[in-house]
């Protein structure tokens, strides 16, 4: 068949698809008939066959183009995957999140080891020889964390008004999930960003904890952390863990090349990062609108804190059913 | 053919072209996504200004969803296209061709923390720059590729000549490049047209350069079947 036969043949299926893509897309979008939408499948396929057809003739290139934009904007449609978006986070909060955890054990606690690792040998030093802060942090920064924790101040956490919590709220949420997020993705620089983020916030937090001690500001300081620390550290921790997946598909891709071993790990550390986002949210909230109050006893804060702490890692780790 | 398209296979059996946009267009997309960004700021600051520190906490937490999930917002629920990429006719999809999906427009977009390193993106732009199909740091990751969004469709005309078969056997690949000669003649110049008939001269009839031109039209026209 020449070209101007099967064109003349043809022309009229490839028009009125046209027309149909133009419904179904773009600013003019209309709802289509349930008769409409059930001839699509067999529309596309005569196109893509068309297009075929057209391909192995070697007709003229303007004619192949014109279908193959045809074919992607078809294929565009009718595979774009319905998201059930509400039920998959209900289904990712309950279990997903654990799954996911459990699934990579023996990561979780390396992760683990290297963020808390660093943090406790510094601290245990600080505590030994209680100049060490200075010579890891700036003077000025050491004092404005005393006079933050000072048992004298009314507010915890940063001088404040009592009307700021919700500021603080923004804050924390804009810094501590930047955070995360940065410790996430920079793991794909062979996991090199993930852990200089992990063990530098493990040794910051270790030598404040362990000056705090010296100074004996402890009462404020520990009653302050221990509540959102449950769920911002360990957050901190698995967004670690999803930086080194990333990064170790690209140091030991296994089986696949680098490239598909890259694509595959961010898959699955992307779940993870889900939970990292939904941890740090509740961190900056518990942070902002609980540790930071003074009207609540130290004792309260710390059975709270503890229970918290329980109850996050058993909602990690208590074992789930496999998918 | 030297070209930037990508062919992917599509499990209707077929290959299509994929136009992958390159680093220029992506960062004029970039740069005008920017001053929105900056636009929306600033509107968002007189508004939640008057609100005092209850508002700069607000402030904070809009900040914060703008910077990490502005694109993916749009590139979900606008076709793979940010306002800047729209402008620009391109849009993010799957390396298979389908539209972009949640998780992998969220690890392209998260990662942008490491393309950015160590300032102005020049990871993701030394990466873009060795990647074959233009990929940022994130979108190898994510799988995600950025192309030219084809809309239009652009039919050639072939000028009506009187249809004769060609004086020597062509290949298939030779009737191709005459048909496309033929439909593009429109629109190159008179004379370029003549000078690429010219090309033509031991195997077409024709003394002058025009009566080549009609007797290729002429070919043209027989290839596509005007008998």
């Not at chain 1, 606690?109 to 963020?115: D, M, Q, T, V």
């Not at chain 1, 911002?232 to 670690?240: D, H, K, N, P, W």
């Not at chain 1, 939904?278 to 961190?283: D, I, T, V």
């Given at each position: ?177 930047g955070i995360g997020f940065q410790t996430f993705a920079t793991g794909i620089l062979f996991t090199l960003g ?11 937090f270790g030598v404040i904890a362990a000056h705090i001690i010296n100074i004996k500001y402890q009462s404020t ?103 | ?191 370029r047209s003549l000078e690429l008939a010219d090309i033509l001269a031991p195997v077409v009839d024709g003394q ?20």
């Amino acid at each position: 068949m020449r070209q101007q036969e099967f064109e003349d043949k043809y022309r009229g299926q490839w028009q009125a698809f046209h027309a149909l893509l133009d419904k179904m897309s773009g600013s003019h979008k209309t709802q289509l008939s349930h008769k409409e939408l059930s001839l699509f499948p067999t529309q596309y396929r005569n196109i893509c066959h068309s297009l075929a057809i057209a391909k192995e003739r070697q007709y003229s290139p303007y004619l192949v183009d014109h279908l193959d934009t045809l074919v992607l904007r078809g294929h565009q449609l009718f595979y774009n995957k319905r998201q059930r978006i509400g039920r998959r986070i209900f289904e990712y909060i309950a279990h997903g999140f654990a799954r996911e955890i459990q699934n990579n054990r023996g990561l979780f606690l390396l992760s683990h080891a290297i963020f808390y690792g660093p943090a406790l040998i510094i601290f245990a030093l600080t505590l030994l020889n209680p100049d060490l802060i200075y010579s890891l942090l700036p003077h000025d920064q050491v004092a404005s964390f005393e006079s933050m924790y000072n048992p004298e101040q009314t507010v915890l956490g940063r001088e404040r008004e009592s009307d700021t919590d919700f500021y603080m709220f923004g804050h924390y949420i804009r810094n501590n999930i930047g955070i995360g997020f940065q410790t996430f993705a920079t793991g794909i620089l062979f996991t090199l960003g993930t852990l200089f983020f992990l063990i530098f916030n493990g040794i910051f937090f270790g030598v404040i904890a362990a000056h705090i001690i010296n100074i004996k500001y402890q009462s404020t300081f520990f009653s302050f952390v221990i509540g959102h620390g449950s769920v911002e550290l360990t957050a901190i921790v698995i967004a670690g863990m999803a930086g080194i997946k990333l990064g170790w598909a690209l140091i030991a891709p296994g089986n696949f090349s680098r490239l598909d071993a890259l694509k595959l790990s961010a898959q699955k550390a992307v779940q993870l990062m889900y939970g990292v986002f939904f941890f740090l949210l509740l961190a900056a909230f518990i942070e902002a609108f609980w540790s930071s109050s003074t009207t609540i006893s130290n004792t309260v804060k710390y059975i709270v804190g503890a229970s918290l702490w329980t109850l996050v890692y058993s909602y990690l780790l208590w074992p789930r059913s496999k998918v | 053919m030297l070209d930037t398209n990508l062919r992917v296979e599509v499990p209707e059996g077929i290959a299509i072209n994929l136009p992958l946009a390159g680093p220029v267009v992506r960062c004029l997309a970039f740069l005008i996504d920017l001053l929105i960004r900056i636009g929306v700021y600033l509107a968002l600051g007189t508004v939640f200004g008057v609100m005092g520190i209850f508002g700069e906490g607000l402030m904070l937490i809009c900040l914060f969803a703008i910077e990490w999930f502005y694109p993916v917002v749009f590139e979900i629920f606008n076709g793979g296209a940010t306002p800047g990429k729209k402008l620009f006719e391109v849009a993010v999809v799957n390396d298979d061709g389908t539209p972009v999906t949640w998780g992998a427009s969220i690890v392209r977009n998260i990662l942008r923390a490491a393309d950015m390193f160590p300032f102005l993106y020049l990871t993701g732009l030394v990466s873009m720059l060795l990647n074959g199909q233009f990929k940022r740091l994130g979108d190898l990751a994510a799988g995600t590729i950025v192309i030219h969004r084809k809309t239009y469709s652009h039919s050639g005309h072939l000028p009506e000549a009187k249809s004769h078969k060609a004086k020597v056997a062509l290949t298939l690949e030779e009737q191709s490049a005459l048909l496309h000669f033929g439909e593009r003649s429109g629109q190159l110049s008179k004379a370029r047209s003549l000078e690429l008939a010219d090309i033509l001269a031991p195997v077409v009839d024709g003394q002058e350069s025009s009566q080549r031109m009609a007797a290729i039209l002429g070919i043209a026209n027989w290839l596509r079947g005007r008998r």
